[in-house]
């Protein structure tokens, strides 16, 4: 049977934009359905706007820290919408980079809400396109839970928008979004509170780094709020009145919602076609990311594995050589894949935490150092730099590697190679380092933390 496509993708985020022009690459008909933005939630609201806000919080920090070098400078003021439409521009040149991407490789873009009629067929509003196989790369959406008031909150997507920056602002959650958002605010002289329902954030990451990240966000005028909850927010004037769990109230001019993000297939007809969705929502697939029907495929944040834009590239590439060349499929393991969250100072990680890492090897050692980077030693701040490796005691493999501090993704980075190659601990010791540098702390570490 013929028809007008060979792919379909619904979605046109890193993953789908991906996937989508190296299809087309090796031969491919293909067209890109996009309903927001080119380039997804990263591009858009996500990772690149998100770091060039904490590029802009941080200039705070640097002025103060300039006269311990001799530089007489002060921040007179600071202009919000400076930074925002700058960043906008960014962003709109980025959008044109995709659109090229995907032009330049043949790939029909097309504009508005896909729907999947049947397994062969979608439609945009009142247009229907035929095709051999469907991808579904649309991504996630921000979760905001329904209480009383809720609708006076915003969420990530709003808030690189802000008409004006507010002078008080509450964040509310534990994850990535939530600490990072806290420390741009902070940085840019908001008045903070991180508020979250359990005892400490970023629950997923090794626990002597949360700890460490906690003390040291303390250090930079966050309030933090942990077993706390919002129970209604009421308006006053432009005021946001906030009921909590303890009975305390909190006043606020904005408030950021960042409670985890949803798979985005609302109208996507999914149940219609026979399209298995796990009870969050998700897309289920199989290694190859096929769905429960046989020419219809799903990458990204909407099989909610691993939320990061690289992980949605990887498997973009991984759909293209698996559907339209005869090279053996492949597919993605999800060990060991570093990422960063940008809070202040940066956190860097790669393999399992400490604690994941006493149940899978049991002679495990552990590495650790903390230090006040160089740079302090003449400003006096008082922020200091976790270093932290884990071992198998039985064939001193590195297993893990984690890190807060300045730069730590970009340092995270070129360890996740080594641990990646099984590179061991002796290996890392006969590393002769760059000195001075924080990351030659990295191959000097001689003694293992004795264990609790």
């Given amino acids: ?160 928008y802000l008409d004006e920056l507010p002078k008080r602002a509450v964040v509310v959650g534990g994850g990535y979004i939530a600490v990072e958002f806290a420390g741009i605010f902070a940085g840019l002289g908001v008045e903070v509170d991180l508020v979250y329902r359990g005892p400490l954030f970023l629950r997923s990451f090794d626990r002597g780094v949360r700890e460490f990240v ?7 005028n966050i309030n933090l709020r942990f077993d706390t909850t919002i129970e209604a927010i009421t308006l006053r004037d432009q005021t946001r009145i906030l009921e909590l769990n303890s009975g305390d109230q909190l006043e606020a001019d904005l408030v950021l919602y960042a409670t985890g993000r949803r798979p985005r297939t609302d109208g996507l007809g999914l149940a219609d076609v026979g399209v298995d969705v796990s009870g969050t929502g998700a897309v289920v697939v199989d290694d190859y990311f096929q769905t429960s029907v046989a020419n219809i495929y799903a990458i990204g944040d909407v099989i909610d594995r691993m939320q ?86 039985v064939d001193d493999k590195v297993v893990a590697a984690h890190m807060v501090g300045p730069d730590a993704g970009e340092i995270i980075q070129g360890l996740a190679i080594a641990i990646g190659a099984g590179v061991t601990k002796s290996q890392f010791d006969l590393t002769i380092g760059i000195h001075p540098t924080a990351a030659e702390e990295f191959v000097t570490m001689r003694s293992p933390r004795a264990q609790a």
């Fill in 308 to 393: 990061l834009t690289p992980v949605a590239i990887a498997e973009g590439m991984c759909i293209a050589n698996n559907l339209f060349t005869d090279n053996p499929p492949k597919n993605i393991s999800y060990e060991n894949i570093a990422t960063a969250v940008f809070c202040q100072p940066n956190i860097g990680t790669v393999g399992p935490t400490e604690e994941q890492a006493v149940e899978l090897y049991p002679q495990l050692q552990v590495f650790e150092s903390a230090f006040r980077p160089m740079k302090h030693t003449m400003t006096g701040r008082g922020e200091r730099t976790l270093m932290k490796l884990l071992v198998n005691g």
């Fill in 1 to 160: 049977m013929s028809y007008d496509y060979d792919l379909f993708v619904l979605g046109a985020g890193s993953g789908g934009v991906r996937a989508s022009r190296i299809s087309a690459q090796y031969g491919a008909r293909v067209a890109v359905a996009e309903d927001t933005y080119l380039g997804g939630t990263c591009v858009n609201v996500g990772c690149v706007p998100k770091k060039l806000f904490v590029y802009g919080s941080h200039f705070s920090e640097d002025f103060q820290d300039a006269g311990a070098y001799g530089w007489n400078v002060a921040a007179e003021s600071f202009e919000w919408a400076r930074l925002r439409d700058n960043k906008s521009k960014e962003i709109e040149r980025l959008n044109g980079i995709y659109a090229s991407l995907l032009d330049n490789a043949g790939v029909d873009r097309k504009w508005g809400t896909a729907r999947i009629v049947d397994p062969h067929t979608v439609a945009i509003g009142d247009e229907t396109f035929s095709t051999d196989k469907i991808l579904i790369a649309t991504g996630s959406w921000p979760f905001v839970p329904e209480f009383p008031g809720s609708e006076h909150v915003i969420t990530s997507n709003e808030a690189f």
């Fill in 214 to 220: 906690r003390n040291e966000l303390a250090d930079k």
